[in-house]
């Protein structure tokens, strides 16, 4: 019998991270375009210098509602019109708002690349924001508040941006706004957050995907380039101030069978050169299955399911300052909340005192750096890291530099870094769950005060 040859492995390619073009329209929208053979599928982030602190006192969640109200008509089209006419062109739109500011998200087949930012310049341009279609989103933000609540994960985020932030902060208060502050949300005080903040001067368009054939130039500018608003105008943007002393707050979930828990801090953001290292040590503590924390936890305790560790940017400066919440989140079964927390702290303890091991370091090198050309296969995912450096004032380079930097970044290195990351006595714990069967566990454990908050 003759089978086929046996296909053969070709010689591996050198890969980095595209590095994009710069530009500004005309109008002053700065521009980042990327070409990407064969991506047919066109992404377009455009943002916006509209930042959650700039939204005015009592009305927290206006920059979720215009965000929202941007794919709800326009000068042109209705609400009906617009979505039809973006289902005609194959194309999805989506926008949402937090800290640093809003986003728009647009993917449309190259072939239809005109019609989609043309309809996305109409969004921008000239907004209808009618009664109708911001009540709606109104009362559809508000159901959303009870099912957030009642989300045991989002509940201890919640209480968690509570206990780290000053009330002062936008920080403290739900991204998307209370019950109390959204209802008092009206198309008046959308349109008046949209004149005052959006403008083309203070925003940014990423273009990625397959641009053959295509004038960019042209297209854009006769498109985006017809959007008008006033000049830029510099924003301070306040320091991120944080009370991380080592606590224990507990949400009063009675018969709870399971407790999600949320351990966090401010740490440094992407400017700081520590960043690489912290990533790679935090990958190494609960990045993925292999991890310290769920080989102790899950496979030898079979407490949980998965408990992870993360660094997640929350806000840069052009000066360079900024901060990330670093935090360690995961449920465990009510019962052993108390033996869980215990294995925990033991892991971070003995992570100081033991250091990470060169296998561990050398598989977190493997799975963050090798396969990032897997994870930017798409235009949609190239773009949004890209438009991440945008909003973090980081240059254009930096997601390249940031694969060369945590190939090299050593053992010791890592080490360090993630246990300044995380120290034991200076973490604030968030427990969801049973207060009566988990709050005595826990305070045995003496890492720190436990106080106890009913669930809304």
């Known amino acids: 019998m003759d089978f086929h040859p046996r296909p053969q492995a070709g010689d591996a390619k050198p890969w980095a991270f595209p590095a994009p073009e710069r530009g500004t329209l005309d109008n002053g929208l700065t521009v980042l375009r990327c070409h990407r053979p064969g991506q047919q599928v066109v992404a377009v982030e455009v ?64 072939s239809r690349l005109t019609k989609g930012l043309g309809l996305l310049a109409d969004a921008l341009r000239a907004p209808a924001f009618a ?20 989300n045991p994960s989002r509940r201890a985020a919640k ?60 297209l854009l500018g006769g498109t985006l380039g017809a959007w008008t608003g006033s000049p830029a105008r510099p924003r301070p943007v306040p320091p991120v101030v944080a009370d991380d002393a080592g606590r224990v707050v507990i949400v009063d979930r009675p018969g709870a069978v399971q407790t999600q828990l949320l351990i966090g801090r401010i740490g440094p953001d992407r400017h700081d050169r520590v960043w690489p290292a912290q990533v790679l040590g935090t990958y190494c503590l609960g990045g993925t299955l292999t991890s310290r924390l769920d080989r102790v936890l ?11 560790s993360f660094g997640q940017v929350l806000r840069s400066a052009p000066d360079g300052t900024g901060a990330a919440m670093l935090a360690i989140s995961g449920s465990v079964d009510t019962p052993n909340t108390g033996p869980a927390l215990e294995d925990l702290w033991t892991v971070l303890r003995t992570l100081a005192a033991e250091g990470l091991s060169d296998d561990e370091r050398d598989v977190a090198v493997q799975n963050l750096v090798g ?35 945590l190939a090299a970044t050593g053992t010791v290195e890592a080490t360090a870094a993630v246990v300044n990351a995380f120290p034991v006595d200076r973490l604030v714990t968030v427990l969801v769950g049973d207060a009566a069967q988990i709050k005595a566990p826990v305070e045995a454990l003496g890492i720190g005060e436990v106080t106890v908050v009913t669930a809304e």
């Open 159 to 218: 209480e968690l941006s509570k206990e780290l932030f000053p009330a002062s902060s936008r920080m403290s208060r739900p991204r998307q706004g209370t019950e109390e502050t959204v209802t008092g949300i009206d198309s008046a005080a959308v349109r008046a957050f949209y004149e005052k903040h959006v403008r083309p001067a203070t925003a940014t368009v990423v273009v990625v995907g397959d641009l053959t054939g295509i004038d960019l130039d042209a």
């Open 371 to 405: 396969v990032a050309p897997l994870k930017y296969e798409t235009a949609a995912a190239v773009a949004s890291t890209l438009a991440d450096q945008v909003e973090q004032h980081l240059p254009d380079h930096y997601q390249a530099d940031l694969y060369r930097q």
């Open 131 to 150: 009664d109708s279609e911001v009540e709606r989103l109104v009362r559809n933000r508000l159901d959303e508040i009870p099912h957030e609540l009642a």
């Open 298 to 308: 899950r496979e030898e305790k079979g407490y949980t399911y998965g408990v992870r």
């Open 47 to 110: 943002l916006l210098d509209a930042p959650l602190e700039a939204e005015p006192t009592g009305l927290d969640g206006v920059a979720t509602i215009m965000a929202r109200a941007f794919s709800e008509g326009t000068d042109k089209h209705s609400a009906e019109e617009f979505a039809a006419e973006l289902e005609r062109c194959g194309a999805t739109l989506d926008a949402h708002a937090d800290h640093p500011g809003v986003r728009l998200s647009l993917e449309v087949p190259a």
